[in-house]
């Protein structure tokens, strides 16, 4: 009789012990982009994940002028050094210095690669411009270094709008380059395209999208591009 009391008691504790166990916190996100990430368009989607997960779940590093080939440097090479030294945006925090939260890896650990020590559940790229004018070999290279990085993650590649309609030859260039990043993301990622036909005839043609250099979305741009993305991001 006082085994039998025994094992009840113990199966008894246990099973208390696990419903009053601390729930798992949820999966976190790592996103990481260029001025648009740094700019409207990151501030956005950083309000829109709060709805689903808490400060410290969100990790959103943005920095103007980057682009993949910086990204996926080490912090020595000319490409990380120059990383290191810009400010950008930290969740709701803009412009301020990165330096010691992007660049704290290890001198030979490519930067990408710190960031995603944990292995978020979902991550999120943004990018396109700032590789203009670069090969495809070249660009491929350095797309295909971050992607390489993910273990089992899910992850969202967004290249971004074009500029406003009237910078013909630079948009001709940007759909060129967004051409060799699909290439490179294959089927790795789901991609959201910037520069879609659809957001070339009539997203561009808005010139409330775009700030005075035609180039950087406005918070009118960055609210219309995000409701294209916004299906996609986790919950």
């Known amino acids: 009789m006082n085994k039998l009391l025994t094992v009840f008691l113990i199966l008894f504790i246990g099973s208390c012990s696990s419903v009053i166990r601390t729930p798992a916190s949820k999966p976190s996100v790592l996103y990481i982009g260029d001025s648009q990430t740094a700019g409207a368009l990151g501030g956005i989607i950083h309000q829109h994940l709060l709805k689903s997960f808490n400060e410290k779940e969100i990790f959103i590093y943005g920095i103007g002028s980057s682009s993949p080939r910086h990204w996926s440097a080490t912090k020595n090479d000319k490409n990380g050094e120059w990383l290191c030294s810009r400010k950008g945006r930290f969740n709701g925090t803009t412009n301020i210095p990165l330096g010691k939260k992007v660049c704290a890896g290890e001198d030979q650990s490519m930067i990408f690669s710190h960031l995603n020590r944990e292995k978020s559940e979902f991550v999120i790229f943004q990018f396109l411009g700032n590789s203009m004018g670069f090969n495809g070999a070249y660009i491929s290279e350095k797309i ?4 390489n990085d993910l273990g089992n993650q899910d992850c969202l590649f967004i290249t971004s709008p074009p500029y406003y309609y009237t910078l013909k030859d630079k948009n001709a260039l940007r759909k060129e380059t967004e051409s060799y990043f699909l290439e490179a993301i294959k089927d790795r990622c789901k991609v959201i395209r910037g520069m879609s036909d659809d957001n070339y005839k009539i997203f561009s043609k808005n010139r409330e999208n775009y700030l005075n250099d035609l ?4 918070s009118t741009g960055a609210t ?3 409701k294209q993305i916004e299906d ?4």
């Open 144 to 147: 295909t270094r971050l992607l």
């Open 215 to 218: 180039i950087h979305l406005s």
């Open 224 to 226: 219309a591009f995000f």
């Open 232 to 235: 996609y991001l986790p919950k």
